[in-house]
């Protein structure tokens, strides 16, 4: 009874603490590196990040970090994003999890690298404007770290962090960010004689994004020839670029598992319900709502819907600067998962759209293997 009370008043505190973020709509634009919520991995793109308490193995890399301490044994993720379908910007993007220790005892360790493709672009000035002067592509690039254990059967935590570089040749910005998630999962009614098969169903999820320093833009590029008019002295001078801010976001996540088997002695069919808050410095408040259907965990199908608004929580309004919030609409998404070995080792082949206010969305295809802990 007094864990019931504990659950309910943990869950009771949780949504009372979403209406404590306020939103800042009125900051929009005001932060750099904004790609860091961009998510790379198929198979959550297409959950909408309504699965924060949920997500699991390198798959929270972009999420909530304390997910990858569910990885098993080994864990390797590559995924190409169309960003912006049509524009002609992709994302590569490659993940490695590991666990460490006997039975994963030691934690599990992740490294991510992603990288944005803008194609080549002509090079203008003043002198050229037609483009007739050599090409050059920005260079944005991402490299994380990430450390995450299970500190008991409930309870997991983690961090990452993340080398952040962008620019072009002669004009670069490189900082730090950081990342921290907790997890919290357990089995409501687990006492119940009518269910003989019974999982963790209740899973509550909390992390912090992008932490870290403002960045700023240096190098040459910034330069110019500066002639002293009094004393004829030519020197060498640069434009100081000023600092921004890193695009701080908290996500608040729960969900919900339930087995739709009619017979009590399997659990070949999964539905999970899922619900996201996602507090934004630098934008409108995001809520998210979210499906996953599984077949014997090989066939997933999954779909969810964000909302943004202060005014009016369900707006559409495109003229109205308080609503264009990129990432509002509907998402889908579906995976397919082939067992390799008795041990658990698979491999998979997720894809993933996100809906955009412009353009034709975000499509994302990745390929997904899983290298079982269990013995053979």
Do not use: C
Not at 74 to 99: P, Y
Not at 240 to 264: C, H, S, W
Not at 277 to 300: D, L
Not at 328 to 354: E, R, V
């Amino acid at each position: 009874m007094k864990i019931a009370i504990g659950k309910i008043g943990l869950i009771g505190m949780l949504l009372g603490s979403v209406n404590a973020f306020g939103s800042n709509p009125d900051r929009s634009g005001g932060a750099g590196a904004t790609q860091l919520n961009v998510n790379p991995y198929a198979r959550t793109a297409g959950y909408g990040g309504t699965n924060s308490a949920s997500v699991r193995g390198i798959e929270s890399f972009n999420l909530n970090i304390a997910g990858l301490a569910y990885t098993e044994k080994t864990d390797i993720a590559f995924s190409r994003m169309s960003f912006l379908q049509g524009s002609g910007v992709s994302v590569n993007n490659l993940g490695l999890a590991q666990a460490i220790g006997e039975n994963g005892d030691g934690g599990v360790i992740g490294l991510g690298f992603s990288s944005w493709d803008f194609g080549s672009i002509p090079i203008t000035t003043y002198d050229n404007p037609d483009g007739t002067l050599p090409m050059f592509s920005p260079q944005v690039v991402n490299i994380g770290a990430s450390y995450a254990k299970k500190f008991s059967n409930s309870i997991t935590g983690g961090f990452l962090l993340r080398l952040i570089s962008e620019g072009i040749q002669d004009v670069r910005a490189q900082g730090l960010a950081f990342d921290f998630g907790v997890q919290y999962q357990t089995a409501l009614n687990a006492k119940n004689p009518k269910k003989k098969i019974k999982k963790e169903d209740f899973r509550l999820g909390i992390s912090m994004r992008n932490i870290g320093p403002d960045l700023t833009y240096r190098g040459a590029g910034l330069s110019f020839r500066a002639i002293n008019a009094q004393t004829g002295a030519d020197r060498k001078a640069y434009f100081t670029a000023d600092k921004f801010n890193l695009p701080t976001l908290v996500n608040i996540g729960l969900g919900y598992d339930m087995r739709l088997d009619q017979n009590e002695e399997t659990y070949f069919h999964r539905l999970t319900g899922s619900f996201n808050f996602n507090y934004n410095a630098f934008q409108s408040n995001v809520y998210g709502f979210g499906a996953e259907y599984a077949y014997k965990e090989q066939a997933m199908l999954r779909v969810a819907y964000n909302v943004t608004g202060d005014k009016q929580l369900f707006s559409r309004n495109e003229t109205d600067p308080q609503y264009l919030n990129p990432i509002y609409g509907l998402w889908a998404g579906a995976t397919f998962q082939m067992p390799i070995s008795k041990s658990g080792t698979s491999m998979a082949i997720d894809y993933g759209y996100a809906p955009t206010r412009i353009f034709n969305g975000m499509h994302t295809i990745g390929i997904r293997l899983t290298v079982g802990g269990k013995k053979g």
